[in-house]
């Protein structure tokens, strides 16, 4: 390791120390040549593939533009901040682990709307109508036709709308609607 005060490449390990996390391991170091002592931090580099866009760009995936994305997405909507990390989090956790080097935009987007449909069904329509660039009112009105019907074959109430099965869940006990 080179030394930052003399840049010599010869320093040996005094302390060795897991990171809270566990994700860094830090190093206190001391330079043989001026015994300096520095510090050094140790994680695995994680590749997270290149993202391919429509004209042929490529760009490395950008979590902050996901983030931003989904905030939009679900502005004036019941979904947590932490929840909308979450699905970053499991996005870039997929693209890490599907090994390869290069990611078309349309799966990443794809993604999102996969992770959004079950969370918020308003937000997932928005991000739906931005990614999808409908047309027209009538290509919104066959992607809103879809998560019905998809809503109505026996998707679980809470995993669109929690507040809302909670409800039902005190009606169905005699309980009544709370205040």
Known sequence: ??????????????DSRAGTAGDVIRRRRECETCARR?????RVEEVVPL??????RREAFERQKALSG????????????????????????ELIDSGEKEVPSEKVGERVMRHLREVDP???????????Q???????????DQLSSRR?????????DPSAAAASEGVKNGEGAQP
Do not use: N, W
């Open 1 to 14: 390791m080179k030394c930052p005060f003399c840049g010599q490449l010869e320093s040996k390990v005094t």
């Open 38 to 42: 520095f510090t050094t931090y140790e």
């Open 51 to 56: 993202v391919v866009k429509k004209d042929g």
């Open 70 to 93: 989904l905030r939009r997405a679900c502005d004036k909507r019941a979904v947590p901040l932490a929840r909308i990390e979450q699905i970053v989090d499991a996005i870039e956790r």
């Open 122 to 132: 308003v937000a997932y329509v928005r991000f739906a109508s931005v990614y999808r």
């Open 134 to 144: 409908f047309k027209d009112i009538d290509e919104l009105r066959s992607e809103i």
């Open 152 to 160: 109505s074959e026996g998707a679980p109430l809470s995993a669109q």
